[in-house]
T-cell receptor
């Protein structure tokens, strides 16, 4: 089955700096890679996603890059703000055979702290 | 448009008991999946329901079971609770074939 590794487990930056979180996946059939932000005691919220036919996607201060050959993808947050502090999860999914629509395999999470 | 709602938000059970958690999917979503999130870990896929049938399952024993109703709401049942079942249980809904999942706020289960 799919295995997703996420690094680092904790990341501390100063406000205004950039933050980068990296993930690797094992299943070459994976073709959808979302990133979720989870604040303490709240639901995971999708912040950006990318499909395997795209190498990079950007949404304001957030960008995701995907290297299919190396099987890794990264989240980049620029101009970080204290409200970016949260746990970030990467995930991967393979849409094979129509039975895995909901099956996301998540990484272990990265606790991001942005200091004012 | 309503989001995904789950109940109860918190509950405490003892080992060996049974628990039922409930989920109402987002309006228009007819696919529901359940995840277990242990403290400090990423969510782990339990199973998915579509058209009232389970059509995908993760590495969870049979004592984890579920239902989906005609209105697309869903239940997660766990029998013979163990201490390691203590976790946040997340429900997520989606359109069939869609990648994007919308999560509920979860039900936090503590097993003593």
């Amino acid at each position: 089955g799919e295995n997703v590794e996420q690094h680092p487990s904790t990341l501390s930056v100063q406000e205004g700096d950039s933050a980068v979180i990296k993930c690797t996946y094992s299943d070459s059939a994976s073709n959808y890679f979302p990133w979720y932000k989870q604040e303490l005691g709240k639901r995971p919220q999708l912040i950006i996603d990318i499909r395997s036919n795209v190498g990079e996607k950007k949404d304001q201060r957030i960008a995701v890059t995907l290297n299919k050959t190396a099987k890794h993808f990264s989240l980049h947050i620029t101009e970080t703000q204290p409200e970016d502090s949260a746990v970030y999860f990467c995930a991967a999914k393979a849409n094979a055979g129509g039975t895995s629509y909901g099956k996301l395999t998540f990484g272990q999470g990265t606790i991001l702290t942005v200091h004012p | 448009e309503t989001g995904v709602t789950q109940s109860p938000t918190h509950l405490i059970k003892t080992r060996g008991q049974q628990v039922t958690l409930r989920c109402s999917s987002q309006s228009g979503h007819n696919t529901v999946s359940w995840y277990q999130q242990a403290l400090g870990q990423g969510p782990q896929f339990i199973f998915q329901y579509y058209r009232e049938e389970e059509n995908g399952r993760g590495n969870f024993p049979p004592r984890f079971s579920g239902l989906q109703f005609p209105n697309y709401s869903s239940e997660l049942n766990v029998n013979a609770l163990e201490l390691d079942d203590s976790a946040l249980y997340l429900c997520a809904s989606s359109f069939p074939g869609a990648n994007v999942l919308t999560f509920g706020a979860g039900s936090r289960l503590t097993v003593l």
